[in-house]
C-alpha cells in the first residue's frame, strides 16, 4: 500500500484510483476473513474519501465505486458494533442516486 500512496501522491489523477480500489479490496478480504475489522474500516474509510473526491470532479466514471464503497463502509461499522454510525451513513445514502445512475439520463444506466 505505501507504494500505491506514493505513486498516488505523486500522480493523484494516474493513480488515485488504483489506491482507491486496492484499500477497498484490501479491507474486504481482511473483514471477510475475520482479522483487523479497525484496520479495514480505516483502509475503507480511505478509500470512501478517494473516491467521493473523485466522484465529485467525474460522478459518470467514479460515482458508482463511491457509492460501493460507502455501502461497504456502513456494512463494517455495523460489524464494529457501530451502527448508530452506519446508520447515519445509510440514511445519507438513501438520498443519493442508485450507484449505477447516470447524471447524464436521470436514470439507471442499462
Same mark, same amino acid.
Given at each position: 500500500?505505501?507504494?500505491?500512496?506514493? %505513486?498516488?501522491?505523486?500522480?493523484p *489523477?494516474?493513480?488515485e !484510483?488504483? %489506491? *482507491?480500489?486496492?484499500?477497498?479490496? +484490501? +479491507?474486504e478480504?481482511?473483514?471477510?476473513a475475520?482479522?483487523d475489522?479497525?484496520?479495514?474500516l480505516?483502509?475503507? +474509510?480511505?478509500?470512501?474519501?478517494?473516491?467521493?473526491?473523485? +466522484? #465529485?470532479?467525474?460522478?459518470t466514471?467514479?460515482?458508482?465505486q463511491?457509492?460501493?464503497?460507502?455501502?461497504?463502509?456502513?456494512?463494517?461499522?455495523?460489524r464494529?458494533? %457501530?451502527?448508530?454510525?452506519?446508520?447515519?451513513?445509510?440514511d445519507?445514502? #438513501?438520498?443519493? !442516486? !442508485?450507484?449505477?445512475?447516470?447524471?447524464?439520463?436521470?436514470?439507471?444506466?442499462?
Amino acid at each position: 500500500m505505501a507504494l500505491l500512496r506514493r %505513486l498516488a501522491a505523486a500522480n493523484p *489523477a494516474a493513480h488515485e !484510483p488504483g %489506491l *482507491a480500489r486496492a484499500l477497498r479490496v +484490501a +479491507a474486504e478480504v481482511h473483514a471477510d476473513a475475520g482479522y483487523d475489522l479497525p484496520w479495514a474500516l480505516r483502509m475503507t +474509510a480511505e478509500a470512501a474519501e478517494i473516491y467521493t473526491r473523485l +466522484a #465529485s470532479e467525474a460522478p459518470t466514471a467514479h460515482g458508482g465505486q463511491a457509492r460501493a464503497v460507502a455501502e461497504l463502509l456502513a456494512d463494517l461499522l455495523d460489524r464494529a458494533g %457501530l451502527t448508530d454510525q452506519a446508520d447515519g451513513l445509510r440514511d445519507v445514502l #438513501s438520498g443519493l !442516486p !442508485p450507484a449505477d445512475w447516470s447524471p447524464h439520463t436521470g436514470t439507471a444506466r442499462a
